[in-house]
């Protein structure tokens, strides 16, 4: 009654794109190869190959690779791919649990495993010891969910069961963990240990799934600056270990990890040089040393015979609390201000009481001043103008309460 279609017919049926349609479309959706096959542009433009079929009366989507031009899957590639996934479910297999047992078993591995093994490979290349800790520790917690299952057997709802309980609590946190997922699965795929998308790509994947996060970004809280000669005085009357290493930290603008792992070594006559590990911008600092300074690498010389940290912990072997400056400033009821705080105070001092010129401050606090081609050019870090800078800081730091004298530098 209908007759038999000729080969034409269902070459149009379930050949329906070719390689310059592919190219040339950018409608996001599904466009139909026929017998499955789809070319799934995302709202970003991203283009991939995916496999729909239903298993179980439930609909399916397997990927099979990106359809971007050159490094992609080619039409005929995501052909046989698609043609490979119909003989599967011919003989009741499902594709994508196939790929999965397939995956697990050429290559058995949890995503702890290949999470450690990944940060055990990259550490050696970080800057910062301590990035490795923080790695593990971020996907211990936050991954936990997921830790134990197989590598090869991740996938989106898994990553999702990880994000979603802190996407908005914690999204900074959430961010990283999201990324370090993501890094940690592309690994696995390019050691054959899985195969397909990776579930945790933000970009045309869980871009569209999870809400733009909320981000409230806030100051540090701050002392100040005209409230400093006092808070200074009072600092000073106190013998602690750590009242000295707040006012270093406060004198010199630096931040709290940079004063509390200060060593011996680090001081070079009347600079300071600290070494780029320890650095945020990951750079060399030095850091002229006012007379008040060596005051204090005098105050604590006695506790160097111990170990080589200018603030040592009780121990005297290990640097200072990453607490104990804190904890001063609540002895001493300097409420809602944090240590980090008195950088911005050196900031607002310098842009309202003095005529020092930006860059120079900024190069203080060991900010990265202008582009990149503007600090090619410039590879001096104006040590002189910034030792005329802290000198000054440090006599408005001692000015007596109510002093009418201000530094101001021409």
């Known amino acids: 009654m209908f007759g038999i279609r000729s080969g034409e017919t269902m ?3 379930i050949n329906r794109l070719t390689t310059k349609t592919v190219e040339a479309l950018d409608e996001p959706g599904l466009h139909a190869d026929g017998a499955g096959l789809y070319l ?48 599967q479910l011919a003989q009741g297999i499902d594709p994508i649990e196939a790929r999965r047992l397939e995956a697990a078993a ?21 800057r910062s010891p301590k990035a490795g800790p923080q790695w593990t520790a971020s996907l211990k917690q936050h991954a936990a969910a ?17 994000l979603t309980p802190i996407w908005q609590t914690i999204p900074e946190t959430a ?57 200074i005085a009072r600092l000073r009357a106190r013998p602690a270990t750590a009242a000295r290493a707040m006012e270093w930290a406060i004198l010199t603008a630096t931040r709290t990890s940079e004063t509390r792992e200060a060593t011996w070594g680090e001081i070079h006559g009347d600079v300071w040089i600290i070494p780029r590990e320890r650095m945020k911008a990951g750079r060399d600092h030095r850091v002229p040393l006012t007379p008040r300074l060596l005051e204090i690498l005098d105050e604590m010389a006695p506790a160097r015979a111990a170990g080589d940290y200018i603030f040592p912990g009780d121990q005297r072997i290990e640097p200072l609390s990453r607490m104990a400056m804190l904890m001063l400033l609540r002895r001493m009821d300097v409420t809602d201000v944090t240590v980090h705080g008195f950088r911005s105070a050196f900031r607002d001092w310098a842009g309202d009481c003095t005529s020092h010129p930006r860059e120079v401050i900024e190069e203080a606090l060991a900010h ?21 800078l802290m000198t000054d800081w440090a006599t408005f730091c001692a000015t007596p309460a109510g002093s009418n004298v201000i530094p101001f530098r021409a």
């Open 368 to 388: 990265v001043v202008g582009g990149a081609v503007e600090r090619a050019y410039r590879r001096r870090d104006a040590l002189a103008k910034r030792r005329a």
């Open 175 to 231: 961010t990283r963990v999201r990324a370090r997922i993501e890094r940690v699965l592309d690994v696995a795929r390019i050691e054959g240990r899985r195969s397909g998308e990776n579930p945790a790509r933000w970009r045309g994947h869980l871009q569209l799934m999870l809400a733009r996060q909320i981000r409230e970004r806030g100051h540090h809280a701050a002392l100040a600056y005209e409230q400093l000669p006092d808070f």
């Open 106 to 126: 050429v290559s058995p591995r949890t995503f702890g495993e290949q999470a450690l093994a990944v940060i055990a490979e990259l550490e050696t290349g970080w």
């Open 11 to 13: 070459a149009r049926e």
């Open 40 to 87: 799934r542009i995302d709202q970003t433009g991203s283009k991939r190959w995916v496999m729909v079929y239903f298993w179980r009366g439930k609909r399916r989507e397997m990927g099979l690779g990106s359809a971007a031009p050159v490094t992609g899957v080619s039409l005929k590639a995501a052909r046989l791919a698609a043609g490979a996934a119909r003989e």
């Open 146 to 162: 997921i830790w134990d299952r197989p590598v090869a057997a991740i996938d989106t709802p898994d990553v999702l069961s990880v």
